[in-house]
């Protein structure tokens, strides 16, 4: 048994020390660009529909402990409710139900038709645009939420012109338009993004191989071996794995982590980071390399370097 937890903890060293190794840093333009109202309107979608699905998330739990709770009443064989269940469910039902109002899809169209028109946001959706849901600056190619909203009352677009009502809730300044190096430099980190999700995708067909690891260890403890009883009254016998056994597992798994590393090598951290310096300073990418890019790859690299950028964020406070 001592082997087995010894081979299982060298798995997972095997694996958790590339993912951390390999793991790209944050990278940005030197100087910060000005936050617009559309950035605003992302993080302001990120965080009702985080907060939207873990209402529906609270919803469904408090209704699963509700009716397992109830239900086995209903049979003859039943001692009864068990009642700290249904108030446990109830309290959790409760609770995704104020999220799932709190922030719904209606609210949501009214907070951003509002912050098209007047550049103001209520003061508790403000209180929790930090950490995880800070806007941040999108490029051209990110979603843009405004063209989301109901078509029955269209809202203005985020630079159109008037005075703005009087609101008492917290102003959101706006930014006057992009200007053309600003707009380079956004084209510019769509490609490193659409690079990045590449390399990520690379990285984790990469990783796929490793799970040989697990036949691996079947073999190596005798898993396979044990002889099922002839008869009921019979004590089951476990046999000893083999040479050939512990000879192929140790290929198995060798065999996989040896794959990950030589698969992974051209798209590691340093690999990436060599190819942006060459890129910003002139260099135009690699023909085998652009021919690889695609759209879904921009989607992810860019979620991925806003997540590393929000946490590096908030190491700096």
């Not at 659409?194 to 390399?199: D, H, I, Q, R």
């Amino acid at each position: 048994m001592s082997k087995l937890y010894f081979l299982l903890l060298l798995l997972c060293f095997l694996i958790t020390i590339p993912a951390h190794a390999q793991q790209p840093a944050a990278t940005g333009e030197a100087a910060t660009p000005v936050l617009t109202r559309l950035d605003t309107a992302r993080a302001v979608h990120e965080l009702f529909k985080s907060r939207r699905g873990g209402g529906f998330g609270w919803l469904a739990f408090g209704g699963v402990g509700m009716a397992a709770s109830i239900i086995p009443a209903q049979q003859a064989t039943s001692a009864g409710v068990w009642t700290p269940g249904v108030v446990i469910g109830s309290g959790l039902a409760l609770l995704g139900t104020k999220k799932v109002i709190q922030f719904g899809w209606g609210r949501e169209q009214r907070v951003l038709r509002d912050l098209a028109a007047t550049g103001h946001l209520p003061a508790d959706v403000v209180r929790r645009l930090r950490d995880n849901f800070a806007p941040l600056h999108g490029t051209a190619s990110a979603p843009n939420p405004f063209l989301a909203l109901s078509s029955t009352s269209p809202a203005p677009t985020p630079g159109s012109s008037g005075p703005a009502p009087q609101n008492t809730e917290t102003p959101v300044t706006d930014a006057p338009l992009a200007a053309p190096p600003q707009t380079l430099a956004d084209a510019r980190q769509d490609t490193l993004d659409a690079v990045l999700g590449l390399f990520l995708a690379k990285r984790l067909n990469g990783q796929l191989p490793i799970l040989l690891a697990l036949p691996g260890l079947r073999l190596m403890t005798g898993a396979s071996g044990t002889s099922t009883p002839s008869t009921p009254y019979s004590q089951p016998q476990s046999n000893e794995p083999s040479g050939g056994q512990i000879a192929l597992g140790l290929a198995l798994m060798t065999g996989g982590v040896a794959y990950m590393y030589i698969h992974n090598a051209p798209y590691s951290t340093d690999k990436f980071e060599a190819l942006r310096t060459s890129y910003l300073a002139g260099t135009p990418l690699p023909a085998s390399l652009r021919a690889q890019l695609k759209t879904k790859h921009i989607a992810s690299g860019r979620t991925y370097r806003e997540r590393l950028e929000r946490r590096a964020a908030r190491r700096r406070k």
